[in-house]
């Protein structure tokens, strides 16, 4: 079947812009993350939606980061006032969550590039 | 707050070696320990989940174990061949969240 796409592959923007990124999880899966992969920090957790749970912003490292999942489907990951350091490759993962089976499933990311 | 580290960050080796790859936590309280296969410009690959209470999982040339207490897990690879040339990430969740908290990776090169 169809894994997590993620939209766009790439995207350039100038630095105060504001961006949105989208991700599809496969169909069916109730979990839904988001990270971010930079030089020198590695992979970090940005935020979680499960079901209709409120969902987990512990890891988003600022107030210009926002996140939605509408429906419990796709999610938008929101970049307000983009900075340098915010380029990165945001990559989505999705999660059955069911019996306790809590695999992640990636989607090949966006790379985003704030000049 | 849990530390993942893994060791070596880079490895290069001849085709048709066996190789091991270490990872290691600080807080042994996790739910499982994912390990990951990343290509150059590309997404995450899911190679092998080990729940807390199994000690080890295979899925072809790959071989992963945990020692839980202890804080460690290692994937064996038999027979390198250089199409697993990539960088080689392990992942834990932890039993208070659901996030995976992520080693450095180790950046693998099988030469032919």
Known sequence: GAGVSQSPSNKVTEKGKDVELRCDPISGHTALYWYRQSLGQGLEFLIYFQGNSAPDKSGLPSDRFSAERTGGSVSTLTIQRTQQEDSAVYLCASSPQSQGFYEQYFGPGTRLTVT | ?112
């Open chain 2, 1 to 112: 707050k849990q530390e993942v580290t893994q060791i070596p960050a880079a490895l290069s080796v001849p085709e048709g070696e066996n190789l091991v790859l270490n990872c290691s936590f600080t807080d042994s309280a996790i739910y499982n320990l994912q390990w990951f296969r990343q290509d150059p410009g590309k997404g995450l690959t899911s190679l092998l989940l080990i729940q807390s209470s199994q000690r080890e999982q295979t899925s072809g040339r790959l071989n992963a174990s945990l020692d839980k207490s202890s804080g460690r897990s290692t994937l064996y690879i038999a027979a390198s061949q250089p199409g697993d040339s990539a960088t080689y990430l392990c992942a834990v969740i932890d039993n208070a969240g659901n996030m995976l908290t992520f080693g450095g990776g180790t950046r693998l090169m099988v030469k032919p």
